[in-house]
């Protein structure tokens, strides 16, 4: 199937990244090689860019798609959290620079048979690693009435959480629920009329929250900005962009610790922890695409775009 992904704030990314042609760049969701293809026409051939994504269908588009640009190129199917274990074992100590591209890809959202989109009726799947033994089948069916209200509550921020864990949990009592449209059913059937005829559609939020917990997206972010904070050669850069609020803490929480981290009492004069900075931060808020890239992809709506440097 062919990867197509439109990759949002694409330009402000890049820009971002101040690529110098011989450096080595880290696209840590590489996807359909969308911002990768980006950096690579600004490398040299001594330029090297690392792709790393958990999705074998991502990795074989991007190959294809890169294999004409001249730079030197390593593409890895791994987790971006597992930054530090693919470096060592490319023999790369620190990077110039690196991008994230947060959430799921439209080839995942559009390819039914993977089980991300709420619109097209497929197995409940949601692994963004095809080898992964944890799927979404395992969370809708698995997990008791307490640990359902608590996921879609916290990662879909739905206000219907609890209402949707009951009728969950009773319709699977009759059969295990396996596809798409049995969950869309059940949660159209818990959300009221009302409510289910305003804003967006009424299985978004909880899809987003059992896809979040399927792949541990938030923990791995984690993880991952600081990873990537770390491996950032002196004037090096990393660009996050996230497209909800959860994403968009972790990043700007992380990003704010690792440049300001000193502990001290506010009323101390001096700072005596000795906690230094070793990041600066290059947004103090976030880029957010122009009006004219959300008319053209709808998607980018939500994007946020954050930028640090190490010092």
Not at 25 to 47: F, M, N, Q, R
Request: aromatic residues 6%; charged residues 30%.
């Amino acid at each position: 199937m062919e990867f197509n992904h439109t990759s949002v704030l694409l330009e402000e990314s890049i820009d971002n990244l101040h690529i110098r042609p011989d450096g080595i760049y880290v696209d840590g969701t590489l996807g359909g090689g969308g911002h990768s293809s980006a950096i690579c026409e600004k490398l040299s051939a001594d330029g090297l860019l690392i792709g790393i994504d958990r999705d074998r269908d991502a990795l074989s588009a991007a190959e294809e798609r890169l294999r004409t640009y001249p730079c030197r190129k390593e593409l890895v199917q791994s987790n971006y959290a597992e930054i530090k274990q693919v470096l060592r074992e490319l023999d790369i100590e620190a990077v110039d620079g690196a991008i994230l591209d947060l959430g799921v890809s439209s080839f995942q959202l559009d390819n039914a048979d993977r089980g991300f989109s709420y619109m097209q009726d497929s197995p409940l799947d949601m692994r963004m690693d095809q080898d992964a033994p944890f799927s979404a089948y395992d969370v809708v069916n698995g997990y008791d009435q307490a640990e359902l209200t608590r996921i879609i509550s916290s990662y879909g921020e739905e206000r219907w959480a609890s209402r949707i864990a009951t009728f969950i949990v009773k319709a699977r009592r009759e059969k295990p629920l396996t596809t798409t449209g049995q969950l869309v059913e059940v949660i159209k059937a818990a959300i009221p009329a009302k409510a289910r005829r305003e804003g967006p559609h009424p299985a978004k939020r909880t899809f987003q929250a059992i896809r979040i917990e399927v792949n541990d997206e938030l923990g791995q972010l984690q993880r991952a900005m600081e990873e990537f904070c770390d491996v950032l050669r002196p004037g090096g850069r990393l660009c996050v962009i996230s497209f909800h609020s959860l994403e968009d803490r972790i990043v700007k929480e992380v990003m704010n610790r690792r440049a300001d981290p000193c502990t001290c009492p506010k009323e101390f004069p001096v700072c005596v922890c000795g906690k230094k900075a070793d990041i600066q931060k290059i947004t103090r808020k976030p880029i957010c695409p122009q009006e004219k890239e959300t008319e053209n992809n709808p998607r980018a709506r939500s994007a946020k775009l954050r930028v640090c440097e190490k010092i």
